[in-house]
């Protein structure tokens, strides 16, 4: 019997209760242990999840985004304690929005400036959105910019939001977000290249991801997955991702946070590359020690009180991913484990101590990120010898 039968048994069983269908697979040492694919990428015209499937990624596009520009680091491109004003120079003079006890805010200037490793490790001070000061005038800089210049890029993006003042002080709290649209830039602004076209150049071709990227090309769009939203009466509908849209041939925007789609075999090329020293097939295509400071816990105490969830009990974060500290939280993986999540249920895990990766997608919402993900983990690596 294989030591993988409780993986095939607990996704079958997955996919009826949960996603309309689901992709994991699981390598070590360069080979492929078990990948099987269940029920349906499109419950409508009963079109089956395969190895051809695309899915959308959303937040798992950081940790190739973080892999490019850590390869620019190890090139003598940037430092982590530079400035991101000397890449970027409207940020050179970041304001503070701090709120007062009666709801008002006071703005003031930042004790220090954004650091391009808070960019990485998300202390940078500009979130995803929410009701305060900060995302609501990011939201009004943003309406402003696409009624200015309609469909606008990234490099667009980044010189109009220099002008919203972050949440505290830079480096000293932790709030997941725009950090990543920076990280991006910096690809970028150090390469001279857009940021799709440096990922093509330096990680999916030499990887041979072939299915991987922010427009679709070729077949791609029959492809993809149909998100499903799952109703608390079981009943599933069809709805689009809230980024499609920049998944079109004539769309601008490369974002660092979100906006690849990609395979499971394509994802778990790229991850067997990070859990075995940054070499695949022969080639080195990030050195391990630059992987061992991607992985390396950034955050302080204060910061991790606004990191810890149960989801990410154990774990730390470093530079753009997850990293486990401690077993007690709950994985029965190796401290070092890193890796991250997708808005839509993607899920990467990548282990240097064992050479091991973990891949598994599905596009739903809610996207049971805590019941399916950490099951998906314990039961692979559970299954290695």
């Not at 095939?8 to 078990?34: K, M, T, W």
């Amino acid at each position: 019997m294989s030591k993988f039968t409780a993986m095939d048994d607990f996704l079958s069983r997955h996919v009826q209760n949960g996603p309309a269908g689901c992709g994991c697979a699981v390598a070590q040492n360069g080979e492929i242990l078990y990948e099987n694919y269940f029920g349906y990428a499109d419950l409508e015209k009963k079109t089956p999840i395969t190895a051809d499937s695309v899915y959308r990624q959303f937040s798992a596009t950081k940790v190739v985004i973080v892999t490019a520009a850590m390869m620019l680091f190890e090139r003598g491109g940037f430092l982590l304690n530079d400035p991101i004003s000397e890449y970027f120079p409207e940020w050179k003079n970041s304001m503070v929005a701090d709120e007062q006890e009666d709801g008002s805010y006071v703005i003031r200037p930042a004790r220090r400036p954004i650091l391009v490793k808070d960019c990485f490790s998300m202390s940078m001070g500009i979130g995803y959105g929410g009701d305060d000061y900060t995302h609501r005038m990011m939201q009004q800089v943003r309406d402003n910019l696409a009624a200015a210049v309609g469909d606008y890029t990234l490099r667009e993006d980044i010189r109009a939001m220099a002008q919203v003042p972050v949440k505290f002080d830079p480096g000293s709290r932790w709030l997941y977000g725009f950090g990543h649209e920076l990280v991006a830039g910096l690809i970028e602004a150090v390469s001279g290249m857009a940021v799709g076209k440096f990922l093509k150049q330096e990680i999916f071709e030499p990887l041979g991801m072939t299915s991987t990227a922010y427009r679709y090309f070729g077949d791609m769009r029959d492809k993809m997955v149909t998100p499903y939203i799952r109703h608390e009466d079981g009943k599933m509908e069809a709805t689009t991702g809230f980024m499609d849209d920049r998944h079109e041939p004539g769309a601008k925007y490369e974002a660092g946070g979100a906006g690849l789609f990609s395979s499971v075999r394509d994802y778990v090329a790229l991850t067997q590359m990070l859990a075995n020293g940054g070499q695949y097939k022969g080639e080195q295509i990030i050195g391990r020690k630059t992987i061992d400071l991607m992985r390396t816990n950034q955050l302080t105490p204060r910061q991790m009180q606004d990191f810890d969830c149960s989801y990410l009990s154990g774990y730390g974060y470093g530079l753009g991913v997850r990293t486990l500290l401690d077993v007690a939280g709950g994985s029965n993986a190796s401290p070092g484990e890193f890796g991250w999540t997708g808005y839509m249920g993607t899920y990467l895990s990548v282990d240097p101590s064992e050479r091991a990766s973990v891949v598994y997608m599905h596009n739903l919402v809610p996207n049971m990120e805590e019941y399916t993900h950490h099951r998906v983990r314990n039961i692979a690596y559970g299954a290695l010898k």
